[in-house]
């Protein structure tokens, strides 16, 4: 079985329910299966986590890693951060040399810091050796959307109150995410 690792950081919700569909859409791949962890997180009014937290043990078990952030500052949200800053033994043994891996993250607003939260993501799965995926443009979706969606992977315009929707066309980049780290995992493997 290959196993994608979807590691995420979410507070209202909006992270965790594109986390869920990268998961089906990993879980779309025959022989690909779906590990959904979450971080802890320190940030004031932080709730306990309703998902599993993540381990270094995780990290080593998967074959690809998706990593999930709300846009905080244009960067990935501290809790996610502090995890990845814990994984010094990681980059030292190169356990996650050769892996593929992906990012997405939603944000309130459309031009505020979407592109730049995602290519901040992907640095330290640079320092792991990881194969970064991303979405091409034969997913139509990235064409037609006027909300969220990237070629550097999948996002989410959650508006300012940050309690819109995912619409279609963002669901599908990230059930399509899922699919595609999946299978690049099983190629990768053989
Ligand atoms: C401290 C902080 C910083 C934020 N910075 C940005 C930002 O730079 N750009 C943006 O569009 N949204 C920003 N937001 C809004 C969040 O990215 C947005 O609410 C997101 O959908 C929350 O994700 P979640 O529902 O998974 O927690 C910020 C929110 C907080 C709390």
Not at 18 to 35: F, H, N, P, Q, T
């Amino acid at each position: 079985m290959t196993k994608v690792l979807v590691l995420y950081y979410s507070k209202r919700g909006n992270t965790q329910k594109m986390a869920r569909l990268m998961a089906r859409g990993v879980g779309s791949v025959e022989g690909c299966e779906a590990m959904l962890r979450t971080v802890e997180s320190d940030l004031p009014g932080a709730e306990k986590p309703t998902e599993a937290l993540v381990t270094e043990q995780d990290m080593k078990d998967a074959d690809a890693l998706i990593i999930g952030s709300p846009s905080y500052f244009g960067n990935m949200a501290s809790p996610l951060k502090k995890f990845i800053d814990t994984t010094g033994n990681l980059w030292f043994s190169g356990d996650m040399e050769g892996k593929p891996a992906g990012v997405f993250c939603t944000a309130s607003s459309l031009h505020g810091g979407q592109e730049t939260t995602l290519i901040n993501m992907m640095i330290p799965l640079l320092h792991f050796g990881m194969v970064i995926v991303g979405l091409p443009y034969s997913e139509k979706s990235l064409l037609y959307t006027q909300s969220g969606g990237s070629p550097y992977g999948a996002t989410h315009w959650a508006d300012f109150e940050s309690n819109r929707s995912l619409d279609q066309n963002e669901k599908q980049l990230c059930l399509a995410q899922g699919k595609r780290i999946a299978q690049m995992a099983q190629q990768l493997k053989e």
